[in-house]
């Protein structure tokens, strides 16, 4: 069992940066594909960025590439996202997720596939 814990959200002005951090707990995080979603009120959960085991393949959705940067820690236990120039539009709660079932080596692009989440960080960017 892994459990995953977010942290780093908060209030930022539009152009701004943060980085969030997601904590796993539980054995078997190197080997785990991760992402990060986000939801934002009235929307469906979306995609924002997702790593294999070793960092070698990387995804990022077309809204937040050359803006965003996933990286991870497997000595640390920690999954990263880096975000720059902020925009009021990715205000929204933010998900760190890791997949199980999937072979490492993969990028895991939907929600279907991925096995354990993290309760959610907020991230509000003000114009």
């Known amino acids: 069992q892994v459990q995953l814990v977010e942290s780093g959200g908060g209030l930022v002005q539009s152009g701004g940066s943060l980085r969030l951090s997601c904590a796993a707990s539980?054995?078997?995080?190197?080997?785990?594909?991760m992402g990060w979603f986000r939801q934002a009120p009235g929307k469906e959960r979306e995609l924002v960025a997702a790593?294999?085991?070793?960092?070698?393949?990387?995804y990022y959705a077309d809204s937040v590439k050359g803006r965003f940067t996933i990286s991870r820690d497997n000595a640390k236990n920690t999954l990263y996202v880096q975000m720059s120039s902020l925009k009021p539009e990715d205000t929204a709660v933010y998900y760190c997720a890791a997949s199980n079932t999937v072979e490492p080596y993969r990028v895991v692009m939907h929600t279907t596939e991925y096995d354990y989440w993290g309760q959610g960080t907020q991230v509000t960017v003000s114009s």
């Open positions: 790593m294999n085991w070793n960092g070698g393949k990387t």
């Open positions: 539980g054995r078997g995080f190197m080997s785990y594909p």
